[in-house]
């Protein structure tokens, strides 16, 4: 090479450059800032310019590793120089002859080009001299570099994995005068650089890794730029990386999740929720614990989040919305991972997955929808591409639209992954807290109550031998029903402990009507009459006593319609297996004359237990106090009462009873002997009610569970005299 080929460099310069001792192309280089720093002065721009050429393209492109080593730091020399005149290069290049203005950016990107070609050569040493020259070239240029960013990143994430340990090092340096480059910057495009960043956070290198997770790290902490937004790109990535068998790297990404998690609690409205879900159901399924467990973590989160403050059912709605307008949500995983949450330990979390079902549940079906069809039909459904009419409410003229088969697509397979729902959330039934069982009966009230589910489960048969319901239950109701009374029986401390506040939460959430009646249908053809009896006990203490019954108690007790007189018939074919329920029943609706009766069968077999219980404190008892003073009309009820007082054990509720009986005007027991008064009292209700097979349907009830009650006692004689023998 001759000086007159590359000129404005010497020829000894350019020997110097092409030297293989660094000494010799260190001296050439300084010869090279003399020479710029000159050109600054003068304001020659153009013979700057082609400087940057020779030792662009020239040299750092040319075939020779210490051509090319010269031409790095002759780079590096020349963007020192032009430091000593930050107007020249950092802020504006000096006024060209013509007058206009030259932008930083045009001297910035003939210094980076060329060293950014050579992080690709086969040479480390010449990769090496890359770094340090782009490290001069940035500690002047600052700012101005950002222009070419992308590409700058792209070759740091290359260098943080050579495998030249002294390559590393000096990538490290010029990563970290990036980063704070970046950071000083408010200029920043980050939405260019997300696509790298996508990209390169998938690497398996451990070093590429750390990288990566080191800039998502400075990026979030930076005031400026929002990477929250861009989370659902990068949150994947992150959670592979988690995976990394590196503590350190595992550590590294732990802690800046946890900063995501930080910044989503202060301002939620910014998180894409619905393009999170997915990723968060399939790492929270992960084999790897670690990567469970945050995940889980970060669900947990979420589920708080959207279930919390003030507008929680609105911000919730709207975010199951988004997420299920997903067209490739995963469904599946999702109700699995909802399932399995409903076992953790936390209240919290166990009541924001409740409400997550709930709101997924309710959101699916569109506000004009109709129900979807059987699971055998759906095929149907989708070839003939349901119309569905809808009524313009200006002029009332009648329009055809089509049902989005895709939308009936997800409320068809939420529906059916219920099934799989369906025992959890009656399992939730048993929890400890009052909150999760409360919550827990919103979901299955929904979901027993929505018209659009259908039962695939083999229950049908036994499903379908129940009445059907006017207020709109699906097989569901059935089914929730039979299955509580199971766990009531498997269970009898929570029938005991939460029995009452069960019943009565299914009462005011649903029609208590429909709950009783179908707790009597099943329960009146009960096998074991034991738990029957103890289970109509508690149906009766609660139908007389709660404040969410009082409505059915009206209906009952006024009893002038045909459809009261069927309540009755229902709940007393099952109140049978309780004798003082069933009297309880008949004083309630005023069949005196048939509680007389039935009194008088119990002396026939006393040892009904809780006469008492029902008696003290009962607050419709009341009515029947202020019926005792009707003179003419209700000796049939002073003769119930008082055959029921002969049947109290001394207690308490005997005292009372017979204290409240002795305040009644003896005319009583005259009126007794009317009998025009009998007539009338008697026969209030017999056109509508055959009591006499009501009282042979008691009397066979009774006579089940004499015969169970001596079965068992045989079978204890039996074991004993088996156990005598063994001894």
Not at 444 to 455: D, F, Q, Y
Request: charged fraction near 25%; glycine fraction near 4%.
């Amino acid at each position: 090479m001759s000086g007159k080929d590359h000129a404005p460099l010497s020829s000894a310069c350019v020997r110097a450059l092409n030297d293989k001792i660094y000494e010799k192309r260190k001296a050439a280089a300084q010869e090279i800032e003399k020479m710029v720093k000159d050109f600054s002065a003068t304001k020659n721009t153009l013979q700057i310019t082609k400087l940057l050429k020779v030792l662009g393209q020239d040299f750092a492109l040319s075939q020779n590793p210490n051509t090319r080593k010269g031409g790095l730091i002759g780079l590096a020399a020349i963007a020192v120089a032009l430091g000593k005149f930050a107007n020249v290069l950092v802020v504006l290049s000096s006024t060209a002859e013509n007058g206009e203005i030259e932008e930083s950016s045009l001297y910035t990107g003939d210094l980076i080009h060329p060293i950014l070609a050579c992080f690709a050569d086969s040479d480390p040493l010449v990769r090496y001299y890359a770094c340090e020259s782009l490290y001069n070239v940035s500690k002047v240029a600052r700012g101005s570099v950002l222009v070419h960013f992308t590409d700058i990143f792209s070759v740091l994430s290359k260098l943080a994995a050579d495998p030249d340990q002294k390559v590393r090092s000096g990538s490290e340096h010029l990563d970290k005068l990036m980063k704070d480059i970046v950071t000083e910057s408010a200029a920043f495009d980050l939405v260019g650089l997300m696509p790298h960043l996508r990209k390169k956070i998938y690497s398996n290198n451990t070093f590429a890794r750390q990288f990566i997770i080191s800039w998502v790290s400075v990026l979030d902490a930076v005031p400026d730029i929002d990477l929250i937004v861009f989370l659902p790109e990068i949150l994947d990535g992150l959670f592979r990386i988690l995976e990394d068998p590196n503590k350190e790297i595992q550590k590294m990404c732990d802690t800046v999740l946890n900063e995501f998690l930080r910044s989503i609690k202060k301002d939620p409205s910014r998180v894409k929720f619905d393009e999170m879900i997915n990723i968060l159901i399939t790492h929270s399924q992960s084999p790897d614990e670690l990567l469970q467990e945050t995940a889980k973590a970060v669900n947990f989160t979420f589920m708080k989040l959207v279930t919390e403050g003030d507008d929680k059912d609105s911000f919730l709605v709207e975010v199951v919305g988004d997420v299920m307008e997903e067209e490739q949500l995963d469904l599946p995983s999702l109700v699995d991972v909802l399932t399995k949450h409903l076992h953790h330990t936390s209240v919290a979390t166990k009541v924001s997955v409740l409400r997550w079902i709930y709101h997924l549940y309710i959101k699916i079906p569109t506000k004009h929808s109709q129900p979807i069809m059987l699971v055998a039909k759906w095929e149907e459904q989708i070839a003939a591409s349901v119309q569905v009419r809808v009524e313009e409410s200006a002029g009332g003229k009648m329009v055809e639209r089509q049902r989005d088969p895709a939308t009936d697509w997800k409320r068809f397979m939420m529906f059916l992954y219920i099934e799989k729902l369906f025992p959890e959330l009656r399992r939730a039934l048993s929890d400890s807290s009052d909150e999760v069982v409360q919550q827990d009966l919103e979901v299955l009230a929904e979901i027993i109550s929505s018209p659009s589910v259908t039962s695939s489960s083999d229950d049908a048969d036994s499903e379908n031998q129940l009445p059907s319901n006017s207020h709109g239950m699906n097989p569901y109701f059935s089914k929730f029903v039979i299955s509580l009374l199971k766990l009531f029986s498997s269970d009898r401390h929570l029938l005991e402990d939460r029995g009452s506040f069960i019943i009565r939460q299914l009462c005011i959430l649903l029609n208590s009507e429909d709950i009783y009646t179908t707790l009597s249908m099943i329960l009146k053809t009960e096998e074991n009459v034991k738990f029957a009896s103890i289970m109509v006990e508690n149906l009766n203490t609660i139908l007389l006593t709660s404040s969410e019954l009082f409505d059915l108690r009206m209906k009952l007790k006024d009893m002038n319609t045909e459809e009261s007189y069927k309540l009755f018939r229902c709940l007393y074919e099952s109140w049978c297996h309780d004798p003082v329920a069933t009297v309880a029943l008949c004083l309630l609706t005023q069949n005196y004359s048939h509680a007389c009766d039935l009194i008088r069968t119990l002396f026939e077999s006393p040892g009904c237990g809780y006469h008492h219980e029902w008696v003290q404190a009962c607050p419709d008892l009341c009515d029947l106090r202020l019926e005792l003073l009707e003179v003419p009309h209700n000796q049939h009820l002073v003769q119930a009462l008082y055959g029921l007082l002969m049947l109290l054990p001394q207690t308490e509720a005997f005292h009372t009873l017979r204290r409240r009986l002795d305040c009644v005007p003896s005319l009583h027991l005259h009126c007794a002997r009317t009998p025009v008064a009998k007539t009338e009292v008697c026969n209030k209700h017999e056109k509508h009610i055959n009591f006499d097979e009501l009282l042979a349907h008691f009397l066979s009830v009774q006579e089940r569970h004499h015969q169970t009650k001596q079965s068992s006692r045989a079978v204890t004689l039996l074991e004993k005299g088996v156990r005598n023998l063994d001894t």
